[in-house]
């Protein structure tokens, strides 16, 4: 009984998130068109939206621990769902995503995701997305801001293994910037598919920046040992189990 009264407040919440998407971008949408800084204004509102209609109506509060980054840096972070992304952007200085190019093809996606700067890739092509971005970044003709990446490249369910892909080292190698990685525990509650939200508080973690000059593989070796370590605790905080291997 008290999972199908959740299940259906789960529903209510992911019904009512997606229909705002659009009517929020439709009153953004004039704006954004003569000032890209008010895409940052759209996605930010529609990402503190959803955090506080998540906790309103399912019950699912969320935090964001650590100190918030406000200048340019590459954010490497866990991805276990959509609501790692949404706290993220709610709180970012002007973020860029790397997208799947499927995504992006959706009329909203597409419109704000190129005025916020956003790379869509297609899978297999993650390489020649980032050569472009360098390009873009070296000519001007992308702004300044700030690189949100999945060093996993997908969503990752709790507890399930995956390896860090090297698209990440390369970033921090080329961009010279520092790094900021970022932990979450976000799967425990809104799951990787599925409506079930579970009730409780989900949070992610900025963790110590990674400052710029590490060799590649001294990088990546880090980057992997603070997130997982960060997110396992996170996890258990939230009351994951973690199965014997």
């Known amino acids: 009984?008290?999972?199908?009264?959740?299940?259906?407040?789960?529903?209510i919440f992911a019904v009512q998130m997606y229909l705002m998407m659009p009517l929020m971008a439709l009153v953004f949408l004039p704006?954004?068109?003569?000032?890209?800084?008010?895409?940052?204004?759209?996605?930010?509102?529609?990402?503190?939206?959803?955090?506080?209609?998540?906790?309103?109506?399912?019950?699912?509060?969320?935090?964001?621990?650590?100190?918030?980054?406000?200048?340019?840096?590459?954010?490497?972070?866990?991805?276990?769902?959509?609501?790692?992304?949404?706290?993220?952007?709610?709180?970012?200085?002007?973020?860029?995503?790397?997208?799947?190019?499927?995504?992006?093809?959706?009329?909203?996606?597409?419109?704000?995701?190129?005025?916020?700067?956003?790379?869509p890739v297609k899978r297999g092509d993650r390489g020649k997305a980032i050569t472009k971005m360098m390009d873009d970044l070296e000519s001007g003709a992308l702004e300044s801001g700030q690189l949100l990446i999945y060093p996993q490249g997908t969503r990752i369910a709790p507890g399930v293994k995956a390896p860090y892909k090297i698209g990440t080292g390369l970033l921090y190698e080329q961009t010279g910037m520092p790094c900021v990685p970022v932990a979450t525990n976000v799967g425990v509650f809104w799951p990787k598919r599925g409506v079930y939200r579970k009730q409780g508080t989900a949070v992610i973690e900025f963790l110590p920046r990674i400052e710029a000059g590490l060799p590649r593989d001294k990088f990546m070796q880090r980057l992997e040992q603070v997130i997982e370590k960060a997110s396992d605790d996170l996890m258990a905080e939230g009351g994951f189990v973690k199965k014997a291997d």
């Not at 906790?55 to 621990?65: L, M, P, Q, S």
């Not at 970012?92 to 997208?99: E, L, S």
């Open 31 to 119: 704006f954004a068109i003569v000032n890209r800084r008010v895409v940052f204004t759209f996605v930010k509102t529609y990402a503190r939206y959803c955090r506080w209609s998540l906790a309103w109506i399912a019950g699912v509060k969320t935090e964001v621990r650590g100190e918030v980054p406000a200048d340019e840096v590459l954010i490497a972070s866990k991805h276990q769902s959509f609501l790692d992304v949404i706290l993220i952007i709610s709180v970012a200085w002007r973020p860029r995503v790397i997208i799947k190019r499927e995504l992006h093809r959706m009329p909203i996606f597409h419109f704000f995701g190129n005025r916020m700067g956003n790379i």
């Open 1 to 11: 009984m008290l999972y199908g009264i959740q299940w259906l407040r789960s529903l």
